[in-house]
């Protein structure tokens, strides 16, 4: 079973639209940390958000939003709004370890094309 | 706005070479990381090093790889003797408290193995 899994492939929509990018882990750790990163098609990674495992709290950054649910393990990210700009292919990862030191394991990422 | 880089931007390489990959972190930043990523696949962490040693490695890490902090400011990244499955993007990443702090990455070095 994989440790992250982004279900969607790839996902179109058209501009304006509100699209979610579903993430869901699997792990046994207390303490883990859940990122997204963004990479457009210029190729450069981006980091979007953090979220450790203690902190289900959801957060809004403008148009962007994310979900955090220990009780489905799923960490699930969403754009209002939608823009061209928007367009990349967005990877979920989770950060497992403990006493300070982490490795992330990443899904195989959701491509976004947001249509003019 | 301070930025990580990266040199080269594009490395080929003749099987069995050995290739360093050159990242020049944010300058206050005390954690940095190498990824890497085969074309068209997902990222795959390498390794992340803090007060001048590893602090973590991925199975892909192995002897054939090797980190360093020359000077104090470049973090390399050295593939001993490159195989063809080495062909990928290689992405440094640098913070300033590790996983609290936000991660910034330089540009990439695409890496051809020939």
């Known amino acids: 079973a994989q440790k992250v899994t982004q279900a969607q492939t790839e996902i179109s929509v058209v501009e304006k639209e509100d699209v979610t990018l579903d993430c869901v882990y699997e792990?046994?750790?207390?303490?883990?940390?859940l990122f997204w990163y963004k990479q457009p098609p210029s190729g450069e990674l981006v980091f979007l958000i953090r979220?450790?495992?203690?902190?289900?709290q959801n957060e809004i950054s403008g148009r962007y939003s994310w979900n955090f649910q220990k009780s489905t393990s799923s960490f699930n990210f969403t754009i209002t709004a939608s823009q061209v700009v928007d367009s990349a292919v967005y990877f979920c990862a989770l950060w497992e370890g403990s006493g300070g030191s982490y490795i992330p394991t990443f899904g195989r990422g959701t491509s976004l094309i947001v249509h003019p | 706005e301070p930025e990580v880089t990266q040199t080269p931007s594009h490395q080929v390489t003749q099987m069995g070479q050995e290739v360093i990959l050159r990242c020049v972190p944010i300058?206050?930043?005390?954690?940095f990381y190498w990824y890497r990523q085969i074309l068209g696949q997902k990222v795959e962490f390498l390794v992340s090093?803090?007060?001048?040693?590893?602090?973590?490695k991925s199975e892909i890490f192995d002897d054939q790889f090797s980190v360093e902090r020359p000077d104090g400011s470049n973090f390399t990244l050295k593939i001993r003797s490159t195989k063809l499955e080495d062909s990928a993007m290689y992405f440094c990443?640098?913070?300033?408290?590790?996983?609290?702090?936000?991660?910034?990455f330089g540009p990439g070095t695409r890496l051809l193995v020939l």
């Open positions: 990443a640098s913070s300033e408290l590790g996983l609290k702090e936000t991660q910034y």
């Open positions: 792990t046994r750790d207390t303490t883990y940390y």
């Open positions: 300058s206050n930043h005390l954690y």
């Open positions: 090093f803090y007060n001048n040693e590893i602090s973590e």
């Open positions: 979220r450790n495992s203690f902190d289900e």
